[in-house]
């Protein structure tokens, strides 16, 4: 079985509807016989997603322009307490299945920090991109 998605993440083979999803990060990749195979290149995708039935907040980290991968993203509730965390990708794209409702996202990288607060709506995606400072 293949499928991948290249600078984002996918949900294939993910039954979402049946399965809570809490975070996940970086690439999913499925090697079929003939090796890897199978991916799209771009952004997040949401193919396989039933984004009716969820909130999702995804997104990408940048420093200068650049995609920072290997950074923390943690995901804070409206009280400003920890609830998930996920490492970006190799292309500094990163996402949360979360409840609706006010979140903060803080980055956490050796090439500095960044913060976004974003609300998240049951049945969207929500998109933010967080900007690096030293």
Not at 52 to 68: C, D, L, M, N, R
Not at 88 to 98: D, I, K, L, N
Not at 114 to 132: R, Y
Request: hydrophobic content about 35%; some cysteine.
């Amino acid at each position: 079985m293949c499928g991948a998605t290249v600078g984002g993440l996918s949900t294939e083979g993910i039954d979402v509807a049946k399965e809570t999803v809490i975070h996940w990060s970086a690439y999913r990749w499925r090697k079929g016989p003939e090796g890897m195979c199978g991916a799209t290149v771009g952004g997040l995708s949401t193919e396989g997603i039933d984004v009716a039935k969820e909130t999702v907040i995804q997104g990408s980290v940048t420093k200068g322009g650049t995609p920072v991968s290997g950074g923390y993203v943690r995901l804070l509730d409206a009280g400003g307490d920890f609830t998930a965390e996920v490492v970006t990708s190799a292309t500094g794209q990163f996402r949360f299945f979360a409840a609706p409702g006010q979140w903060t996202l803080r980055v956490l990288s050796p090439g500095g920090r960044g913060e976004s607060t974003v609300t998240a709506v049951h049945g969207q995606v929500t998109e933010t991109d967080i900007a690096l400072t030293s």
